[in-house]
């Protein structure tokens, strides 16, 4: 449980330039004249790119009315504040991992 606990830190602090990255792609299609920051939906995100399929998958697999409601919710602000949260999380976690485990 501790090893986990210290892979998941390390998880999550190497992911951060994945994110970053989103957060730019996202933030890329803001540039355009047809969409704004609260109206570009992950949605029309995953709709717009590669990801598409995924998200019919999704909705193959989970709660229909719980993924409309994520997927309504402005993809440039979500992506941030996952950016920062997941980032924040890594590095508070991985001191306490490392000092579980050693």
Not at 49 to 62: A, C, N, S, V
Not at 68 to 75: E, G, I, T, V, Y
């Amino acid at each position: 449980m501790k090893k986990s606990l210290l892979l998941f830190a390390y998880f999550l602090v190497y992911m951060t330039p994945i994110q970053l990255f989103f957060c730019f792609w996202a933030y890329s299609f803001l540039f355009s004249a047809e969409h704004s920051l609260l109206s570009f939906t992950t949605s029309e995100f995953y709709d717009l790119t590669f990801l598409k399929p995924i998200k019919t998958w999704l909705y193959t697999w989970f709660w229909n009315d719980l993924l409309n409601f994520l997927w309504s919710l402005p993809a440039a602000i979500m992506a941030t504040l996952k950016f920062i949260f997941n980032t924040w999380l890594g590095f508070w976690l991985l001191p306490i991992a490392k000092r579980l485990n050693g």
